[in-house]
């Protein structure tokens, strides 16, 4: 069915447009009618093209295990510079696509001032998407800004003071002046251990740094802000990798497992597939003493 196709993904325009001239024909499909109208146009056309271009490297740069919101936004603006780079200077660079895409069609046809206009429109609203700064204050958290070549004793304390203010009713923190003279001096003594760690290869990505700060009792109150900045996923990756695990174990025959037992087996397999190891022996010892 043409709802469960992701037509532009798969670079199938010419697909959907032999679909909709089967429907027209076949059934006389006015949706169909439409869409065939506006995928034979030239400019049409040569759009979905250049688009397809764009959004294939917007996908494999934003659908990745474990991306943060702090590199989905610094990749964000790289993109969206490399863009306007790329198809808005005097030198267009189009890709082998587009430009086989402008010969087979009437030189006659203005395909390059839409295509100016359809590429401008999309980084201005990439831009709104994306503004500047807005992640300023989580750069106390960046673990490639914490590793500067020389390291100052008040960096990004004021962005730490922003988060306190940001998020003091929400965590349920203290209103005077203590808690953020205590974080901060939380934040001291981190960003130093944060770079010996790092220095020493004990600590090498964002998960690391995360897992070390939620052990720690010292950054207890730090790691409140820490936990949110890993909460804050920017790719939709891991979610899809959930949905697929409870489908291949709640099948047809398996369709009666209920929340708490499928929550279970997830993180059992979960486990499994991140290497970890399972003694059978211990479980069933456990089994049976609770049975």
């Given at each position: 069915?043409?709802?469960?196709?992701?037509?532009l993904s798969r670079h199938f325009v010419d697909v959907l447009v032999d679909y909709c001239i089967m429907e027209v024909n076949e059934n006389n499909y006015p949706v169909a009618k439409n869409c065939l109208?506006?995928?034979?146009?030239?400019?049409?056309?040569?759009?979905?093209?250049?688009?397809?271009?764009?959004?294939?490297?917007?996908?494999?740069?934003?659908?990745?295990?474990?991306?943060?919101?702090?590199?989905?936004?610094?990749?964000?603006?790289?993109?969206?510079?490399?863009?306007?780079?790329?198809?808005?200077?005097?030198?267009?660079?189009?890709?082998?696509?587009?430009?086989?895409?402008?010969?087979?069609?009437?030189?006659?046809?203005?395909?390059?001032?839409?295509?100016?206009?359809?590429?401008?429109?999309?980084?201005?609203?990439?831009?709104?998407?994306?503004?500047?700064?807005?992640?300023?204050?989580?750069?106390?958290?960046?673990?490639?800004?914490?590793?500067?070549?020389?390291?100052?004793?008040?960096?990004?304390?004021?962005?730490?003071?922003?988060?306190?203010?940001?998020?003091?009713?929400?965590?349920?923190?203290?209103?005077?002046?203590?808690?953020?003279?205590?974080?901060?001096?939380?934040?001291?003594?981190?960003k130093f251990i944060i770079v010996e760690k790092m220095k020493a290869g004990a600590i090498k990505t964002f998960a690391n740094m995360v897992t070390y700060t939620l052990k720690e009792e010292q950054f207890?109150?730090?790691?409140?802000?820490?936990?949110?900045?890993?909460?804050?996923?920017?790719?939709?990756?891991?979610?899809?990798?959930?949905?697929?695990?409870?489908?291949?174990?709640?099948?047809?025959?398996?369709?009666?497992?209920?929340?708490?037992?499928?929550?279970?087996?997830?993180?059992?397999?979960?486990?499994?597939?991140?290497?970890?190891?399972?003694?059978?022996?211990?479980?069933?010892?456990?089994?049976?003493?609770?049975?």
């Amino acid at each position: 069915p043409l709802n469960e196709v992701h037509w532009l993904s798969r670079h199938f325009v010419d697909v959907l447009v032999d679909y909709c001239i089967m429907e027209v024909n076949e059934n006389n499909y006015p949706v169909a009618k439409n869409c065939l109208k506006k995928l034979t146009d030239p400019q049409y056309h040569i759009a979905l093209t250049v688009l397809d271009d764009m959004l294939s490297e917007l996908c494999q740069t934003f659908q990745r295990s474990c991306l943060t919101t702090i590199e989905a936004y610094r990749y964000a603006k790289a993109k969206i510079a490399k863009f306007r780079s790329q198809y808005l200077r005097e030198k267009v660079h189009w890709s082998e696509k587009v430009k086989q895409q402008m010969a087979s069609f009437d030189k006659t046809v203005d395909t390059r001032g839409v295509l100016h206009f359809f590429i401008s429109e999309l980084c201005e609203h990439l831009d709104c998407r994306f503004p500047e700064n807005e992640l300023q204050e989580w750069s106390a958290f960046n673990i490639e800004a914490l590793f500067p070549v020389k390291f100052d004793y008040g960096y990004d304390t004021e962005n730490v003071i922003k988060l306190v203010g940001k998020y003091q009713a929400v965590l349920n923190l203290p209103t005077d002046g203590s808690i953020s003279e205590c974080i901060c001096k939380q934040y001291t003594d981190y960003k130093f251990i944060i770079v010996e760690k790092m220095k020493a290869g004990a600590i090498k990505t964002f998960a690391n740094m995360v897992t070390y700060t939620l052990k720690e009792e010292q950054f207890t109150d730090l790691a409140q802000f820490v936990d949110i900045c890993a909460t804050f996923q920017a790719s939709s990756a891991e979610c899809k990798h959930g949905f697929s695990l409870m489908n291949q174990i709640k099948t047809k025959s398996c369709n009666r497992l209920e929340v708490n037992h499928m929550d279970q087996l997830i993180k059992i397999r979960y486990y499994l597939i991140a290497n970890g190891d399972v003694n059978l022996d211990k479980i069933y010892h456990h089994w049976t003493t609770e049975k």
